[in-house]
């Protein structure tokens, strides 16, 4: 796949159904994910700034976002009325390094006399002390200055009163930076640490939430679905690490556009990471593979000489092997406003359609429709519906019958309730031989974005929803939130259905279900 540019990329995107790129390579405070890990971490170095303990640190590898958790770190701290200073260019040094700090802080800059910047930050920090604010300095890429900046930085934080410090100092760096505090030069910094946090690479299952949850915030809504095998593959590619991983989805989704699907697939991921993989390492890796492959065929062929000369017993028997079953998920997504209605949601007859019509004749199929659809008085898209059916494909046909009767049809891979008090109609669907249960619902709730601190009446519903079941115990605020989306990630490992860790029809549907049961 050829380089593209960013016509292209958003042109790709628009064909996935997103209204904005997931996974930039920039640091992105917009779309923030909080592991349990980075909210810690935020925790801990707030807290240590409010309670002014002086000297903090936060280390860690390259791509691990630490340049975008200082930047929630800056919000939080601005949304608490703590004044903050953000050095982001470490190449400055000493005197332009005390001059980039003042200037971050509004102060006016007359000259470049390293006293008169000392004495007119120490001004600046006593005036706000006196109105009782405090102020933080946070410097990004710390491992770059040099022991002579480090020193200056160490004499800034010896400006205080007689109780308390004047400002509070986070060095953002990378984990080099704490052998060089170790060095004799910098013992006196070194001793002055009192917070030292570390920023980890994500674990499989919080990459997998990391990866929907960038999705999901990008106009997702559950569409692109990705193999468990190819979370595997991509988190063995990328180590956990956030810059990695926003690499490989990206080239992901880029490939899945040129392969015509919405499935992320192991074989996409590979194509996706051999795009990203330099000439000289498929190079050599195709050596390594090359070798091992002969290394094989000469021990098979060895082992076989030599089975060869030993007497054997010769059987034969006849034996069918049935080729493996993919499970292929069908789901209806449109994007129509939330809908409400007066009509009962929840059938309580029950029509005992539940064994697969691989065998049936058309007559039967067609007679097991007519029964399903007469029961939601749709008996008009008998056809249609048969169709669909017979060829496994159901979008346009779910989006008529909702937009003209407010009908949503909902296709589970499996019965989504052991004692259903709801009509169901199930068959076996062509060409993977997949059987499924397909269902009409007449939604009062559907979401269509879904990401950390987005706010609205249809999430404060959701929340009542996940109470309801037991899921979510805290305010009915209407803001997404931690909680809220682990209380729908739990809902759908429970019920069996994918966990995309968005509130899809599906989901909605079910909770809807037990609520109300």
């Known amino acids: 796949m050829e380089l593209y540019n960013k016509t292209e990329q958003m042109e790709y995107l628009s064909v996935l159904g997103l209204h904005r790129h997931p996974f930039p390579v920039a640091p992105d405070d917009e779309d923030f994910y909080i592991s349990p890990r980075i909210d810690e971490i935020i925790s801990d170095i707030v807290h240590g700034i409010e309670a002014r303990k002086g000297f903090m640190i936060l280390t860690g590898d390259v ?14 701290l601005e949304e608490k009325q703590i004044e903050t200073s953000l050095v982001l260019h470490t190449s400055l040094q000493d005197t332009e390094l005390l001059k980039e700090i003042n200037r971050d802080f509004g102060l006016e800059i007359h000259s470049n006399n390293r006293g008169e910047f000392l004495n007119q930050l120490n001004e600046f920090l006593l005036a706000k002390n006196a109105l009782g604010q405090n102020c933080a300095i946070i410097i990004d890429d710390a491992q770059n200055l040099t022991v002579r900046s480090l020193e200056l930085i160490r004499m800034i ?72 095998r190819a979370f595997s593959i991509i988190y063995r590619y990328s180590k956990g690490n956030f810059r990695h991983i926003n690499k490989i989805m990206d080239r992901c989704l880029y490939a899945a556009v040129v392969h015509n699907t919405i499935m992320i697939t192991p074989i996409i991921v590979k194509s996706a990471y051999s795009d990203l993989t330099p000439i000289s390492f498929k190079f050599w890796n195709k050596i390594a593979y090359t070798i091992a492959f002969i290394l094989i065929l000469f021990g098979i062929s060895t082992g076989a000489y030599m089975l060869s000369q030993q007497p054997r017993l010769i059987e034969s028997k006849d034996h069918l092997d049935s080729p493996p079953k993919s499970v292929n998920q069908f789901s209806s997504q449109n994007d129509h406003p939330i809908q409400d209605s007066t009509h009962d949601r929840f059938p309580q007859s029950q029509i005992q359609n539940d064994k697969p019509l691989q065998n049936s004749t058309q007559d039967k199929l067609s007679q097991s429709i007519h029964e399903f659809l007469s029961i939601y008085q749709l008996s008009q898209y008998h056809e249609l519906f048969k169709d669909a059916v017979i060829k496994g494909r159901f979008k346009d046909l779910s989006d008529d019958i909702f937009t003209q009767t407010g009908w949503l049809l909902l296709i589970f891979d499996r019965l989504p309730t052991t004692n259903p008090n709801f009509r169901f109609f199930s068959y076996t669907i062509k060409p993977n031989n997949n059987l499924s249960w397909f269902l009409f619902w007449k939604p009062n709730l559907r979401i269509h974005s879904f990401y950390y601190y987005y706010q609205g009446d249809e999430i404060k519903i959701l929340q009542r ?29 429970k019920n069996h259905l994918p966990v995309s860790g968005f509130p899809d029809d599906k989901t909605l549907f079910l909770l809807s279900y037990y609520a109300k049961s």
């Open 465 to 493: 929803l996940c109470a309801k079941v037991g899921l979510y115990a805290y305010p009915f605020d209407g803001i997404v939130g931690k909680q809220l989306m682990q209380a729908v990630i739990q809902f759908q490992k």
């Open 63 to 76: 791509g691990l976002g630490k340049t975008t958790i200082s930047r929630r770190i800056i919000q939080i």
């Open 157 to 228: 934080s010896n400006i205080e009163t007689n109780r308390e410090k004047l400002v509070q100092i986070l060095l953002i760096a990378q984990p080099e930076f704490i052998d060089r505090l170790h060095s004799k030069e910098l013992r006196q910094l070194n001793s002055r640490i009192v917070i030292h946090k570390k920023v980890l690479s994500l674990s499989k299952d919080h990459m997998k939430d990391y990866i929907y949850f960038k999705l999901n915030a990008a106009g997702n809504q559950g569409r692109i679905s990705i193999k468990n």
